[in-house]
């Protein structure tokens, strides 16, 4: 069975959030996250994991063809990968980097098969092998760079464009208006759906290159 469209989207299948991974132990982890979020707010951006409602609209707006990766970018404890191979994307075609490595170790046990990388998404170029360069459908960020002053933002819009060029991603953020400036940065921005059922309420957002 396909779960993947004629215009290359994948197609939500269930919520995330309670879904268990071939592996015994639970994906979301709310006590994880909200331990992090503690150690690190800024880093964190959220008190708690993105909502099944959320994950599905953020699966939604994920293309690719057949061929091609999905990059995840701040996997967290990973509700939007698992949401994401419910909907029939295959784990080797998944590539999640989470900075912190109590979370990237969650990771692995709870996602199998999919590549976790324990790194900063800053150096997304030398994180990911020379094999799926170019061959990347979408990159998803969950990174709040909202919090951001706009010089390190570009530091991780640079990162995406460098092994993604001319694809544009999707930013997830509880901003009512776009999370980036995007004269600043030369980007497009398209808020492609919104979602009350979350805490806070999420908008996903498609940023594209302004030229
Ligand atoms: C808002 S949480 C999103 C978590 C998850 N994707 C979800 O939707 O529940 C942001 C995540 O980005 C990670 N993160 C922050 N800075 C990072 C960096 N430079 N490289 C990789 N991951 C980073 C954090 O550790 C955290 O897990």
Request: hydrophobic share 45%; proline share 10%.
């Amino acid at each position: 069975m396909t779960h993947v469209t004629k215009t290359g989207a994948l197609t939500p299948e269930r919520g995330a959030q309670g879904s268990v991974g071939d592996a015994a132990e639970p994906v979301s982890n709310p006590w994880m996250f909200f331990r992090r979020w503690i150690a690190n707010p800024l880093q964190m951006g959220s008190i708690v994991p993105s909502s099944p409602m959320l994950c599905g609209r953020v699966v939604a707006q994920t293309r690719r063809a057949p061929d091609e990766a999905v990059v995840e970018l701040g996997a967290g404890t990973g509700v939007i990968s698992r949401a994401l191979l419910d909907s029939g994307l295959p784990p080797e075609k998944l590539w999640v980097v989470e900075i912190v490595p109590a979370m990237a170790a969650h990771l692995r046990r709870v996602l199998p098969g999919v590549n976790v990388i324990e790194g900063d998404a800053r150096l997304l170029a030398e994180l990911l092998p020379a094999s799926v360069l170019g061959k990347i459908g979408t990159v998803i960020c969950g990174i709040p760079l909202v919090l951001l002053p706009v010089p390190e933002q570009r530091r991780f819009i640079d990162a995406i464009q460098a092994v993604a060029p001319g694809r544009g991603f999707l930013h997830y953020s509880y901003c009512v208006t776009s999370p980036l400036p995007t004269g600043k940065h030369g980007l497009a921005a398209k808020r492609e759906a919104w979602t009350p059922l979350n805490f806070p309420p999420a908008s996903v957002w498609r940023y594209t290159s302004a030229a």
